[in-house]
T-cell receptor, first 116, second 117 residues
Framework: DGGITQSPKYLFRKEGQNVTLSCEQN?????MYWYRQDPGQGLRLIYY???????QKGDIAEGYSVSREKKESFPLTVTSAQKNPTAFYLC???????????????FGPGTRLTVL | GENVEQHPSTLSVQEGDSAVIKCTYS??????FPWYKQELGKRPQLIID?????GEKKDQRIAVTLNKTAKHFSLHITETQPEDSAVYFC????????????????FGKGMKLTVNP
């Protein structure tokens, strides 16, 4: 469980405001990921990063932005362009891997964002 | 892209019964098949995974079987206990395997298992 943290646990924002969710890991993992979890929808990938200063869009990147300036940090900004931002957001990390092998992803405790 | 489906979406069993969750996928190039468990209010955690060079893997009361020809894999839980109550997700790697670095995972929508005492 330890090693990857997200803050805050609960976040409330007014509609139209940008908000940044924090994700930090001390596992020395190269890869980091952001997922959105809605009831009955599973985990949907927003953005992922395989190395510092590089990241790729996932399946639902519209209305979100990320940065990866440090290996241990991968903050997610939910912008006002995201039409339905209220959700549970999970950050994860993993070691780098050879494509096709697959590795475990370690998840943070999540941030529940509510836009009023 | 990869399409991952889980069945059933909910399952209720009596303590001591067995539970089976099936996951189907679309990309025949996938070689890694993990299962994650998410207890209520907690983070998902890997409970078991299997690679394409084996057909079955066991870890105490849980097992995973893989049928690459039919493109499905299943999670089996025997002698269920109330603490097995959770949402279970299967996942399949998706991405260009010619590129370097870690692959992204495509998750199923999850199955909510309830074990009644």
């Amino acid at each position: 469980d330890g090693g990857i943290t997200q803050s805050p646990k609960y976040l409330f924002r007014k509609e139209g405001q940008n908000v940044t969710l924090s994700c930090e890991q001390n596992l020395n993992h190269d890869a980091m990921y952001w997922y959105r979890q809605d009831p009955g929808q599973g985990l949907r990938l927003i953005y992922y990063s395989q190395i510092v200063n590089d990241f790729q869009k996932g399946d639902i990147a519209e209305g979100y932005s990320v940065s990866r300036e440090k290996k241990e940090s991968f903050p997610l900004t939910v912008t006002s362009a995201q039409k339905n931002p209220t959700a549970f957001y999970l950050c994860a990390s993993s070691i780098d891997s050879v494509p096709g092998l697959g590795v475990e992803q370690f998840f943070g405790p999540g941030t529940r964002l509510t836009v009023l | 892209g990869e399409n991952v489906e889980q069945h059933p979406s909910t399952l209720s069993v009596q303590e001591g019964d067995s539970a089976v969750i099936k996951c189907t996928y679309s990309d025949s190039a996938s070689n890694y098949f993990p299962w994650y468990k998410q207890e209520l209010g907690k983070r998902p955690q890997l409970i078991i995974d299997i690679r394409s060079n084996v057909g079955e893997k066991k870890d105490q009361r849980i097992a995973v079987t893989l049928n690459k020809t039919a493109k499905h894999f299943s999670l089996h839980i025997t002698e269920t206990q109330p603490e097995d109550s959770a949402v279970y997700f299967c996942a399949v790697p998706s991405g260009d395997l010619t590129q370097g670095g870690s692959e992204k995972l495509v998750f199923g929508k999850g199955m909510k298992l309830t074990v009644n005492p």
